[in-house]
């Protein structure tokens, strides 16, 4: 079959013209006001919005982005070995008005972000919730094999926001855990050397995640490494890194190990994107439903499965 009449797990067919080659979905979730939908925007517009209103029950944004696989170089439609992708990001509203119904959105999920905000130590402790409430309720596209922390079968990000007001938390809690990330990456042996891992303590010096935008020197590369992983893990699991022989400590519903999870720096990148729209739809995808043991499966994670 010629590679653009491929069809493989929901792959869009190509066609001249630059239609994209695949998709991938990222739910943003977290309390109401810690900062997603700024968040979104930043990523979407390189620049930050000023007054972002409160999200109607879910907003999706796409992202436009190039990716390169071996498995392309002789047959994409550049014939750099590259072809885009979208990335839709997923803006969940955090208000509790939307709890009972918000499940909908949560379908055929690639990957999570979960945002909280480092003024309001509640937002970071309810990560948990959202949690369990995805792994429960959600349905998962190429989903790990033996769950993921609390259960979440796929690739997370944490991202701590308004470091602005709270830089004081700040300090007191998230340089051990950048070390912890770093130190996961590092031992993947995923990048010849620290220096390429812009695993930096949140933004330079206090600024927010707005500041860094308005002043546009944040960094962006990690969320892009995330993008990248989800996309290898859906259309080219073929190219996974080899799987790691050590695994995450086993403390899968622990506050810590999110915290291991924490990557926040950023850096612009070209604004490619575009689309920001309301989203009111509902799909039936058929839900994920393995069975697990929860706690051994879930403490026996491989980092390489939820690292970049
Ligand atoms: N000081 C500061 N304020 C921020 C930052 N990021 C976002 N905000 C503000 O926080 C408020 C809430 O931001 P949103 O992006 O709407 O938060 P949200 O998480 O999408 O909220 P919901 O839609 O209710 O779920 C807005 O007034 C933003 O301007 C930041 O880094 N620093």
Redesign the pocket.
């Known amino acids: 079959m010629p590679w653009w009449g491929r069809e493989r797990d929901g792959i869009e067919q190509i066609q001249s013209g630059g239609a994209p080659f695949g998709q991938i979905r990222i739910l943003v979730v ?12 930043l990523i979407l517009k390189g620049c ?8 109607v029950g879910c907003a999706v944004g796409v992202k436009h982005i190039s990716y390169g696989s071996a498995s392309m170089s002789s047959n994409n439609l550049k014939g750099d070995g590259e072809n885009d992708f979208f990335v839709e990001l997923w ?5 509790d008005r939307y709890k009972d119904f918000r499940h909908l959105f949560y379908t055929q999920i690639n990957g999570v972000i979960f ?1 909280h ?1 480092l ?1 309001q130590r509640r937002t970071k402790a309810s990560l948990q919730n959202w949690v369990a409430e995805i792994a429960s309720t959600g349905t998962f596209s190429v989903p790990l094999g033996s769950g993921g922390p609390g259960g979440l079968p796929v690739p997370y990000l944490i991202i701590a ?5 709270s830089s004081n938390q700040r300090h007191a809690s998230s340089g051990n855990l950048v070390d912890v990330a770093r130190m996961w990456v590092e031992k993947q042996g995923l990048l010849p050397s620290s220096e390429e891992l812009p695993l930096i303590d949140s933004f330079p010096g206090s600024s ?4 860094a935008a308005k002043e546009a020197r944040y960094d962006k590369e990690a969320v892009m490494k995330f993008f990248k992983q989800l996309i290898r893990r859906r259309y080219f699991p073929d190219e996974q890194p080899a799987p790691s022989p050590w695994h995450v400590p086993p403390v899968p519903n622990s506050e810590e190990h999110l915290d291991s999870q924490f990557f926040s720096s950023f850096r612009v990148d070209k604004p490619v994107l575009h689309s920001q729209r309301t989203y009111a739809h509902s799909y039936s995808f058929q839900r994920f439903s393995e069975t697990r043991s929860s706690e051994s499966d879930s403490s026996k994670l491989e980092i390489a499965e939820i690292n970049y």
């Open positions: 977290g309390d109401s006001g810690v900062g997603k939908t700024s968040l979104v925007h930050s919005i000023a007054h972002p209103r409160p999200t803006d969940i509203s955090g208000h945002v905000d003024s926001n308004k470091t602005d007001v927010s995640l707005l500041a």
